[in-house]
């Protein structure tokens, strides 16, 4: 069945808000909705995690973000009028995708896992596959040169998020990858600002990186750090 309608009345829902504050609230209510529906199944009750238990002091809900600082992001996109958004990195449940969809009219995420991009982006109704929002799903590592590429000819964007492999190596190659394809006056992002260990280099890249960073954070380890281009 075409479900491009039900993507098109939400979106016309949601720009029947009053304010942006009411807009992400309407966003967010329906990515918890899907997120519970996802988390009956057997294969995937593992990765619920309770409002009131901790992960890492950050309390991620089942849209599998920190919800306060996932609304102030997308705050942000509404402030400045976001109409394109380059993620790199999909994440299980496509959240940040699927919620960028219904601000931007590109939305372009690139995911190392064929599996979870086809399990949440191909086959899944309100979702991926719709006329009048471009949606492009690049499927591989995001380190080489066809990948890049493909993802310069959808640009340029106004917002870039980074939230794939959390090494040092792979956010550094994202962010020199990727950066130069936002437009000046974008934003540049980077989920789990604040996420130290050794498989987590995001910190470290950005204690590196020469920029005046604006940090959205409700969470002691996760956290969304950004700058302007």
Not at 91 to 118: K, Q, W
Request: aromatic share 10%; proline share 3%.
């Amino acid at each position: 069945m075409n479900t491009n309608y039900l993507h098109r009345y939400i979106q016309n829902q949601i720009a029947k808000c009053s304010s942006n504050n009411e807009k992400v609230e309407t966003i967010l209510e329906l990515l918890e909705a899907r997120g519970a529906d996802f988390l009956k199944l057997d294969e995937y009750n593992d990765l619920y995690i309770k409002p009131d238990e901790d992960i890492l002091n950050s309390k991620p809900q089942v849209i599998q973000q920190v919800r306060d600082e996932l609304a102030d992001f997308l705050k942000l996109m509404l402030v400045r009028d976001a109409k394109s958004f380059l993620q790199i990195g999909l994440g299980t449940f496509a959240t940040t995708h699927l919620a960028a969809s219904f601000i931007c009219d590109n939305v372009t995420s690139v995911e190392f896992d064929i599996n979870r991009a086809n399990n949440w982006i191909f086959e899944e109704p309100l979702s991926m596959k719709n006329d009048f929002v471009k949606h492009n799903i690049l499927i591989g590592d995001s380190t080489v040169d066809k990948v890049i590429e493909c993802a310069g000819k959808h640009g340029p964007y106004d917002f870039l998020l980074i939230d794939a492999n959390h090494s040092y190596e792979y956010v550094k190659a994202d962010h020199d990858n990727y950066a130069p394809f936002v437009k000046t006056g974008g934003i540049v992002a980077f989920h789990d600002a604040l996420l130290e260990g050794d498989r987590y280099g995001t910190p470290r890249f950005l204690k590196e990186l020469d920029k005046n960073l604006t940090y959205i954070t409700h969470s002691k380890e996760v956290g969304i750090a950004c700058y302007v281009k």
